[in-house]
């Protein structure tokens, strides 16, 4: 998970399947390579299963597996972690002196 | 917590101050400059601090902030999944066929 955009997209998957222009959408502030690049990635890593239905054109969806889910709770802590302490960090940033 | 380095580096120094060569061999397979970035980011952060002993020659040592120990807790959610699960990642980027 050393790329950020991964738990982004599986929190984003959190609900169901979702096509790429409403994960986009929600998500928010990806572009259309970064977020392919992810899904890409975490298909790679069996987090994430890609369907395509047999219509015209096709449509795609993207949809974690049980191994994504099992992510959710790791990331939804350190989530929680950045929600809660956040301002410390930006304050330590503002407070910092390189040695 | 972007960068990989940055969790291990925190997850070392649990058990209290280091100084960066016992660190440096404790982690194992990171480098002097890559953990001397990671402990100077950290700081930046207000995850560790450093500390200077007025010595000949002065000892440095780095410790968790509270901030600091408070990402142990997450840290250790994502250790376990990854303990749990690596093998599945393993066996499903081997599955892989790209679309």
């Keep these: 998970m050393a790329n950020t955009w991964n738990a982004v997209v599986v929190w984003a998957l959190r609900h169901g399947p979702r096509r790429p222009g409403r994960l986009r959408a929600e998500i928010g502030g990806i572009s259309t390579k970064v977020l392919t690049e992810t899904l890409r990635r975490l298909e790679y890593n069996g987090l994430v299963a890609r369907r395509v239905y047999a219509e015209a ?25 950045a929600a809660d302490h956040g301002d410390e960090v930006m304050a330590a940033q503002d407070r910092y002196e390189p040695a």
């Design 57 to 81: 054109p096709p449509r795609v969806e993207y949809e974690l597996t049980g191994l994504g889910r099992s992510l959710l709770g790791p990331i939804e802590a350190f989530g929680a972690w």
